[in-house]
């Protein structure tokens, strides 16, 4: 009776939220699973531009978010979420992409350090995604590799940025710099007040897909409901895999082949699992 109840409470809340957003035409708008729900819309409604967005709503009452790295090598988000047997799958956190292996930042899984690597003061790596075992991720500023080396061992850390929005207020960021002001495709997450996560995902580096600067992007998820939210890596990493969907499940259009289908995918160090 509980997980009927809060299953047709969701949709409800998504309908809610697709309003703040009624501009938007939504070219997919389905519910994948309890808890799990997934939005497309390719667009010329934002920005003066063509924009080709994917948000995947997710309930984390009735699913799981939990991150999976490689520390040798590196494997696309579909291969990600394949292996991990996941329902969806986005790309997560930077990466040594010269040396083939490794997070490019602080790395903490379920209690096991990754990756120390110290990022104190970077202006881009200022921030901090926290998923619990259970429970609404948490994204806050960084704070010392120590603090989270002490943290609960049920907890995952990753040391990621900016910071887009905290308490629904956009946050500063250094609008001189290239990866801030000019368009790219980006990942990003952010959580809502109704206690929801959203995986987001915006194409770019081609005609039909623009991207967005990051001020842009936090615009964007205030009209999703956003609270607070964290950009993730992007480029030619950013990534959503659906299981079962065509195109081996890769849903956007990853651009590192510079075309506008799904067939250029980058292979990442970690990415974010739903299940």
Same mark, same amino acid.
């Given at each position: 009776?509980?997980?009927?109840? !809060? ?32 939005? +497309? =819309? ?12 994917? /948000? ?21 988000? %579909?291969?990600?979420?394949? *292996? ?11 990466? !040594? &992409? ?23 003061? +970077? ?46 207020? =956009? ?8 990866? &801030? %002001? +000019?368009?790219?495709?980006? %990942? ?24 967005? %600067? ?15 939210? &964290? ?25 590192? *082949?510079? !075309?506008?289908? +799904? ?7 970690? /990415? &974010?699992? /739903?299940?």
């Amino acid at each position: 009776m509980h997980f009927q109840s !809060k299953f047709r409470l969701f949709p409800i809340l998504l309908l809610l939220l697709s309003s703040a957003c009624a501009s938007l035409h939504w070219q997919h708008n389905q519910v994948l699973a309890p808890g799990l729900h997934w939005r +497309h =819309s390719h667009t010329e409604q934002f920005f003066q531009s063509k924009q080709n967005i994917h /948000v995947l709503a997710v309930d984390p009452q009735q699913r799981r978010l939990e991150l999976a790295f490689e520390t040798d090598t590196f494997l696309t988000t %579909s291969q990600f979420g394949q *292996n991990g047997q996941a329902l969806a799958a986005m790309n997560a956190g930077f990466f !040594k &992409i010269r040396e083939g292996r490794g997070s490019a930042t602080y790395l903490r899984v379920n209690g096991q350090t990754i990756d120390d690597l110290p990022a104190p003061g +970077h202006p881009r790596l200022n921030g901090a995604l926290v998923l619990p075992a259970r429970g609404l991720p948490r994204i806050e500023y960084a704070q010392p590799n120590a603090v989270y080396n002490a943290a609960p061992a049920d907890e995952t850390v990753l040391v990621t940025g900016p910071v887009l929005l905290l308490n629904g207020q =956009s946050q500063a960021m250094d609008s001189t710099s290239e990866f &801030i %002001s +000019h368009r790219h495709p980006r %990942s990003c997450l952010c959580t809502t007040s109704r206690g929801e996560a959203l995986l987001v995902t915006v194409d770019g580096r081609h005609e039909e897909a623009q991207g967005m %600067s990051l001020f842009e992007l936090a615009d964007l998820l205030k009209k999703l409901r956003c609270r607070n939210a &964290i950009n993730l890596d992007g480029g030619g990493s950013t990534t959503l895999w659906i299981n079962g969907r065509p195109d081996n499940g890769v849903v956007n259009c990853p651009s590192d *082949n510079r !075309k506008f289908d +799904h067939l250029g995918e980058r292979a990442v160090g970690n /990415v &974010i699992l /739903v299940r």
